[in-house]
């Protein structure tokens, strides 16, 4: 679906902003897409500035290559140990197709309506349209925040208002502290954060505080500047005014100054994007398995018993309504390289990769356990074969780009205790990402485990869990 939209103007974003709405972030799509594959993995997490949860917000307006420019409006949250809500309002140029809101056969954003000269969705409840316009602190602070950043991909900006401030140093907010280069009792001195990442084109995040009190400005960013320096071994560009009127002060992590802390962030964001697939791929096997009491074939077979397809395009229909659409598009009666099946193949899903900035093009590197006394063993493995239990046994792994192979071609991985080393992980270092038939996601190290490794993967073997 071609979908076109202007610029967004500020102000327009400004009047919808109300006195609880904590966070904005501003996302420029086409800018996002043209970045290295490795830099726009870990800014599909907003550059790790926003709690995980807001991932499945963010993710649909990134997708929208042929917007110029959105903004996702997060009002606070009641849970205390969360600071910002699951559900963000998303503004968009009023120009914007409203159809948006069904982009590309997703989930959609929700409910839409046109608020001057902006067309805003999401859970419009949280709006409250009798205040929009009226004069407000957050408009104020938000307009100050956003208009001292420089352009980037991806921007920013968190208000702190007395009551948030006071409720940090009464009780402390690790998340905050987590998302942050700053000691959570720090963050109650400062009234705004904004940062930015690939600010003007250089790469890099950069972060700018701004102190609540202005008669000790100076001692505040002092403190808050002793805090960075304690928490990030990379040196770092500070720049802070001596002036008693300039409150605020900026942190740049370039590609040379903060390599280090950037490069830990983008490691951080591949991992919550692998469990996020990976989960995904659970679900999807778990309802295949409540619908036709038996988990997926390994492969799709014909009439004769010859390999057809791989069971990756079986379980689509149970991933979403984008993987249904494509699932329907196969004819399951033909090979996966067929005049007809072939061109879908090089339409591979992202969950079937388990590392988010590897050039995967279609080669699936979410593998399952084929062969005798493994998860799937058998033309029809259900839960109930699974001796050991579920929840302690591997029913999806990661394997290597070596060994990852076209995702709908009918051809399994057979682990065994001489090959392990050589099929499991290859992604993130030392680990592995495995999943058992619970669901449940787990980082191992292979080489730590050792022989006890593959009594995860026997199905029935009775060896004692590790």
Known sequence: MAITANAVDPSTVLSVVDENAIAIVRIDPQSFHQLPDAESAYLRLAGNSLPEHTRKAIDPVLEMKNVAEAYLLFSASDTSHVPFTRDPIVVLSADTNQTVAEEDGGDGLGQTRKVGAAMVAGNL????????????????????????????????????????????????????????????????????????????????????????????????????????????????????????????????????????????????????????????????LHNYHSAYSRLPSAVITGKSGEPLLSWRVALLPFLGKAEYALYQKFRLDEPWDSEHNRPLADQMPDVFAVDASAANANRATVVIPVGEGLFFDGEQPKFGDVIDGISNTIMVFETSDKHAEIWSKPVNLTPSPSNLDEVLGGHFGEEAVVVHGDGSIHWIKPKALGESLWGRFTRNGKEPYE
Do not use: C, M
């Open 125 to 284: 409840a949280r709006l409250n349209f009798d205040r929009l316009g009226k004069p407000s602190d957050a408009r104020e602070v938000f307009r100050a925040a956003f208009s001292a950043l420089d352009p980037a991909p991806l921007q920013f900006a968190v208000y702190l208002n007395a009551d948030r401030r006071r409720s940090i140093k009464e009780f402390g907010l690790a998340e905050l502290e987590r998302l942050f280069p700053v000691d959570t009792h720090r963050l109650a001195e400062v009234d705004w954060i904004s940062g930015s990442a690939y600010p003007a084109g250089a790469a890099g995040i950069e972060f700018l505080f701004h102190v609540a009190d202005g008669e000790d400005a100076n001692a505040t960013k002092t403190a808050i500047r002793k805090s960075i320096e304690d928490r990030l071994s990379a040196p770092l560009e500070i720049q802070s005014s001596s002036d008693v009127n300039d409150r605020t002060l900026r942190v740049q992590l370039g590609a040379s100054a903060g390599s280090r802390q950037l490069q830990t962030w983008s490691v951080e964001a591949k991992r919550k994007i692998a469990n996020s697939r990976l989960r995904r791929i659970a679900l999807g």
